[in-house]
């Protein structure tokens, strides 16, 4: 599954971050707007990460 990295501004107002991966997948828990299957393949996206020894990203995606 596909992760998406976004560059943020120093400014931008609507920008949360976050001081670990868990601590921000348990705030979207809370939010209504995020759907449990967002959630889910979050989840599995950050164990598949986890679990590489390397990691290979072109354009912007990490490839496997």
């Known amino acids: 599954m ?13 920008v949360k971050e976050y001081k670990s991966i868990d601590e921000a997948i348990a705030d979207l828990e809370n939010d ?3 759907s449990t299957e967002k959630i889910e393949k979050l989840r599995l996206s950050v ?15 990490i490839v496997a």
Request: aromatic content about 0%; proline content about 6%; hydrophobic content about 30%.
């Open 2 to 14: 596909p992760l998406l990295i976004i560059k943020k501004n120093a400014d931008d107002t609507n």
């Open 32 to 34: 209504p707007n995020v």
């Open 47 to 61: 164990n598949t990460l986890k679990n590489k020894r390397s990691i290979k990203i072109r354009n912007g995606e």
